[in-house]
């Protein structure tokens, strides 16, 4: 592969890396509750708690591990269901950090005690998050293989319309590096903002954290909804 082709797989991964990480989710909220309440590392450290979690399942998959999970569905809904009683622990929580800032009206400690606990919070639900556990099982595992993938495709609501717009070659470590860069490019960015924001909105940071509540509520609720079906069949 020549330079000029490695630069422009590397940009190709960067945009996929920066897809897969980009949408809302509950991942996303906890980078926001942690950026708004604790500063930027604290969220910046929750986006490496995710983006760890993908290099766990980044390593299994070189070693085979990732396709046991295809054919286990019980131990998969099983996961399903820790991370959605997890995401509903870690939204009360959220309920609490904004409420304690609502009544505060200061920001949560920027401590290296806070920081550990957003990274470790992040870590543990990107490991038993069905969308993650999904894309190293099917998309993941196609990385490592040569062919092709349809970068664009994996968007959320626009991805049947821009199927085809942007087809790379799989199997190549440019492709890989790209891919974990644009999830960087996002964790370091997304908490940039959202700090931003905060300092001049002074009701940002309550706000941020209630909808973080929410979101993870939401899918925590989705989550077990959809691992007790799987699991006792109703």
């Known amino acids: 592969m020549s330079v000029a082709t490695a630069a422009g797989t590397f940009a190709v991964g960067v945009v996929f890396g920066l897809a897969l990480a980009a949408p809302p989710g509950p991942m996303n909220a906890v980078i926001a509750e942690e950026s708004v309440l604790r500063g930027w590392l604290a969220g910046f450290t929750a986006g490496l708690g995710a983006m760890t979690a993908d290099l766990v399942f980044f390593v299994l998959s070189l070693a085979g591990a990732v396709a046991f999970l295809e054919g286990a569905e019980t131990v998969r809904a099983a996961m399903v269901g820790v991370g959605g009683l997890l995401m509903l622990y ?9 409420r304690e800032d609502f009544l505060s009206g200061e920001p949560g400690p920027d401590s290296d005690d806070a920081d550990a606990r957003g990274f470790t919070k992040a870590f543990v639900l990107a490991l038993t998050n069905p969308y993650q556990i999904l894309f190293w099982l099917t998309v993941g595992v196609g990385l490592l293989e040569p062919g092709t993938v349809d970068v664009l495709s994996y968007l959320p609501v626009v991805g049947a319309d821009l199927a085809g717009a942007l087809v790379v070659r799989t199997g ?7 891919l974990f860069g644009g999830i960087v490019v996002w964790i370091t960015g997304f908490p940039a903002t959202l700090v931003s924001i905060g300092r001049r909105v002074d009701a940002f940071a309550p706000a941020a954290a209630a909808a973080s509540a929410l979101v993870l509520a939401g899918f925590g609720v989705a989550f077990c909804w959809t691992a007790a079906r799987t699991l006792v069949g109703f």
């Open 90 to 98: 870690f939204a009360v929580g959220a309920v609490a950090d904004a």
């Open 172 to 178: 190549s470590p440019a492709l890989l590096a790209g």
